[in-house]
């Protein structure tokens, strides 16, 4: 690791939370952050900060938002003029609420009857999704190709993909057996470069991987990791498939080259150790694919380069078909930032090295990265 033109991790501001945070992200378009989470009575909490010259500010805050603990959120299906929050909690609901008009609703000369009706206007769509929790959610559409959809996975073994404009799930993908499944952990979208191609990502609790082609409605490919996945994602979820990178327990993260599949190795891998301790999450850079950074149960923070290969296609040494070459990584910058877990992590998409992290210390901090744009 060349420390001369390494990004700096600069600290900006912590905050410490009164509830346990699950999921922490930025409001398009804005200097604000949404924080989400389970209060110590079981209920969904959910605070929003406001970046300021000396700190932050905080102007939402609810610690029975929801009426259970809220485990995962995105924007990914909102438009960036709307900033409608989807959220999936403990008890296995999918809600999608209007989060301008809820930051509204918190005046303090309003009552408590009033701020509950308030509360109910904000909820665009609600509906039970799954049996248990929901671990996993990811949107799509909001600012890309096709209809804005929301994809979830949970407990239950279930991937499931929602349009807001209906009541039901409009794709169910379950196991065989339910004495079988196993707890869905990640999902992400991706492969969504025009208005028909759409697939989805997901990762279990066994190690499987498994990609959908949502156009086709059929398991274009699935491998296997020794151990359980805790995130995937593409690095474009807007174009052609490209790599993804997906995280495991004991301290492992795999890269994969998507650009070509071979019919029985599949795609190509590379594998990295990080962090000596599960690696909880993975996010790309959003103005530089080839840049991702992931979190660790050891509260650390790394930041990673992707180099490609000279060539990405080569022939397979049996039956001379077309096969990937996966590149390497470089490790830029690591840093521990916290004594727990790192559980959630967010990019700004309007501010380049700008992100916010919350872990189970119970804290919440945005951080901003420098040099990002030397690599």
């Known amino acids: 690791m060349n420390s001369t033109d390494a990004p700096q991790m600069i600290e900006y501001v912590t905050k410490s939370l009164n509830f346990t945070p699950h999921d922490t992200k930025w409001i398009p378009g804005s200097a ?5 989470g389970i209060s110590p009575g079981s209920t969904g909490a959910l605070n929003v900060y406001e970046l300021e010259r000396d700190g932050t500010k905080e102007i939402f805050t609810d610690l029975a938002f929801g009426s259970q603990g809220i485990k995962c959120s995105t924007f990914g ?5 709307s900033r409608h929050l989807a959220m999936g909690d403990y008890g296995g609901s999918l809600s999608i609420c209007d989060l301008e008009r809820a930051i509204g609703s918190s005046r303090k000369d309003l009552s408590q009857d009033e701020m509950k009706n308030k509360k109910k206007e904000c909820e665009i769509f609600s509906s039970k999704g799954h049996d248990g929790i929901i671990n996993a959610i990811d949107g799509i559409g909001g600012t890309s190709y096709g209809p804005s959809e929301v994809a979830t996975g949970g407990k239950d073994g279930c991937v499931k993909v929602w349009d807001p404009r209906v009541d039901c799930a409009v794709v169910t993908l379950c196991p065989d057996k339910s004495s079988n499944a196993r707890d869905c952990w990640a999902v992400a979208f991706g492969n969504s470069y025009n208005n028909e191609e759409r697939s989805i990502l997901a990762g279990f609790d066994n190690g499987d991987i498994k990609l959908f082609d949502l156009r086709t409605n059929t398991m274009r490919w699935e491998a296997k990791c020794k151990n359980g996945v805790t995130s995937v994602q593409f690095d474009r979820p807007d174009i052609e498939m490209n790599k993804i990178v997906v995280c495991t ?4 993260f795999r890269c994969y080259d998507m650009r070509t599949q071979h019919p029985s190795d599949g795609f190509a891998c ?22 991702f950074m992931t979190g660790g149960g050891n509260g650390g923070f790394n930041i990673y380069k992707y180099h490609y290969p000279k060539s990405r296609v080569s022939k397979h040494r049996k039956d001379c078909m077309p096969v990937g070459v996966a590149g390497t990584v470089e490790l830029l910058n690591s840093r521990i930032v916290s004594t727990q877990p790192i559980v959630s992590f967010d990019w700004s998409p309007d501010r380049e090295g700008l992100c916010c992290m919350s872990s189970l210390d119970q804290t919440l901090k945005v951080f901003i990265v420098t040099r990002l744009d030397k690599h």
């Open 249 to 252: 327990l004991e301290s492992k």
């Open 270 to 291: 590379l594998s990295e150790r990080a962090h000596r301790s599960t690696v909880w999450i993975s996010k790309h850079l959003p103005q530089n694919r080839d840049l």
């Open 77 to 81: 299906a909102s438009r960036l003029i």
């Open 32 to 36: 604000r952050v949404v924080c989400c």
